[in-house]
């Protein structure tokens, strides 16, 4: 059950699972490389992030019927182009420049929430935000797990083998899971316009932890930010 859902978000969400590939394929290139290269993979890789969101964006205005999809391709490729021109002229070495970019993911985040206003209501755009927020956490949560089950099995491997070879793949797996499981985990449970009729019912240990634990901690990150740009 679970992986047919994993592999339904590949029908429904094409163009932003091949962007999650992109920027899989950029972070590979900045792990292997140094230099320019280095360089120019970590800004592919953002660019294709910010892009991938901008699309959900533009798939979530689509679908529901408020714009068509010749309208939906075009604003995509001008906004993506648009963010990624920007990103590649920036130095990931400077803070001033990582915080930019900071600020810019949250801005493209910010226009995929609001995409569900789209749907015509304010209840059914709270729906959607709330079952959003909690696939997010749920992906987080298990990409970690994955991820952390992985390097422990890398581990092993290196002491009980005496396995010294691929030394970037830990690295490797991060990226895997934090990038591509983490993304397909995501687009899989997506609301869908049936779903946010309707108030979606949580475990109530993940809201008390979203609500007590998450909620102070992206408070006090968007404090951090707002200093220093001060």
Known sequence: MMFS?????????????????VAM????????????????????????????????AATVLTRSGKINKVLSWGAWA??????SWY?????????????SYAYLLCLVHLCVVLSWTSYGSVERFWNASILMF???????????????GLCLSILAMRFLFCFDGLMHLQSYTAVLG??????????SGMP???????EPRLDPMTSI?????????????????WAYGV
């Open 209 to 225: 932890f979203s609500r007590y634990v998450l909620a102070p901690l992206v408070f006090l990150f968007i404090v951090i930010l």
């Open 5 to 21: 859902a994993l592999f339904s978000s590949v029908r429904q969400y094409p163009r932003e699972l091949i962007l999650a590939v």
């Open 178 to 187: 934090f990038v591509g499981f983490n993304t397909m985990f995501f687009l």
């Open 134 to 148: 909690h696939r997010i956490l749920y992906a987080v949560v298990f990409s970690s797990i994955l991820e952390l």
């Open 25 to 56: 394929i950029g972070f590979f290139v900045q792990i292997e490389s140094v230099g320019p290269v280095e360089r120019l993979g970590l800004q592919i890789a953002l660019s294709a992030l910010l892009s991938m969101n901008l699309s959900l």
């Open 78 to 83: 001008v906004t993506s182009a648009a963010f």
């Open 192 to 198: 869908t316009a049936e779903s946010v009729d309707h």
């Open 87 to 99: 990103v590649l002229g920036l130095d990931f070495a400077r803070s001033a420049d990582a915080y």
